[in-house]
């Protein structure tokens, strides 16, 4: 059994054969699914349809970074939601600091107070957090280590170098990577250094689509989907020297334990 931890089902693109969707996932060995909001609505999306496929999709709850450009605030909201939907919810995300344009940059002081409040709201809750990062992996430390307390959690789609692995596995997070390892060599190297005991799969669907060397999307589509988390896991298994069945084993249990979906 496969669990992929990040896949965005809520997305519109999906509307149309969710059912056919799933069933692929089922087919490559992928039985769970975590999917996350990035906003109150798509929070509130991501609890509907943990509810129509219980045992399979699991929500997480919560503000994307990038919202803060959006001024109203909405964390009254999310833990009006997070209170009342305690069967749905396995986390709180995504959540984090995204530095990645100059807007976003100005908004740094709203970005690392959404993020501390979520946090805290995760701790009170008992729940993990799913973290994302974007040229922002310092500001994010900053944030986390003036919480009384560091919350549980992963750093998804991690794109960052060494010393930034180091840094998130001393602070006892897991690390996932999405289809960028397939791109990238210098993030596929990373995936050698993550204990067996802290890593997840992912896909980060419906984007993030893994890619053959000459760019073309190796499952035939450009949209991502959950069943291509196999595509991952093998190459994850590849580089690390390990059978597949083993990786699927022990990044299962990983993801059982810390989102408690076992
Ligand atoms: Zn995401």
């Known amino acids: ?29 992928v039985e769970k699914i975590i999917c996350p909001g990035t906003s109150v609505t798509t929070s509130k999306q991501a609890i509907e349809l943990a509810k129509k496929y219980p045992g399979m999709i699991y929500a997480a709850a919560g503000i994307h970074p990038e919202e803060v450009l959006d001024s109203k605030s909405q964390m009254l909201e999310l833990s009006e939601l997070i209170k009342e939907n305690k069967k749905q919810i396995t986390a709180v995300g995504e959540i984090g600091i995204d530095l990645n344009t100059e807007e976003l940059r100005e908004k740094l002081p709203e970005q ?14 008992n729940l993990p957090v799913i973290i994302h990062t974007r040229q922002s992996l310092r500001e994010t430390f ?8 560091i919350p549980r959690g992963v750093f998804h789609c ?25 791109w990238s060599k210098r993030v596929a190297r990373l995936v050698e250094m993550i204990p067996r005991e802290r890593l997840l799969l992912e896909t980060d669907s419906p ?19 959950p069943a291509n ?34």
């Open 229 to 262: 988390v196999r595509i991952l896991a093998q190459i994850i298994a590849e580089r690390r020297d390990v059978d597949l069945a083993e990786l699927a084993r022990q990044t299962t249990n990983n993801a059982e334990q810390l989102f408690g979906i076992s």
């Open 158 to 182: 991690f794109s960052h170098d060494e010393e930034g692995v180091k840094e998130v596995l001393s602070r006892g997070f897991y690390i996932s990577f999405g289809g960028n390892i397939t």
């Open 142 to 149: 900053e944030v986390l280590d003036q919480l009384p307390k």
């Open 1 to 29: 059994m496969l669990v992929d931890t990040h896949a965005h089902l809520w997305w519109d693109s999906y509307k149309g054969d969710l059912e056919e969707v799933l069933a692929r996932a089922r087919k490559a060995g």
């Open 112 to 125: 690392r107070e959404l993020f501390r409040a979520q946090c805290e709201l995760a701790m009170n809750n």
């Open 207 to 225: 984007l993030l689509v893994p890619r053959d060397q000459k760019g073309v999307p190796i499952g035939g589509s450009e949209r991502n989907e």
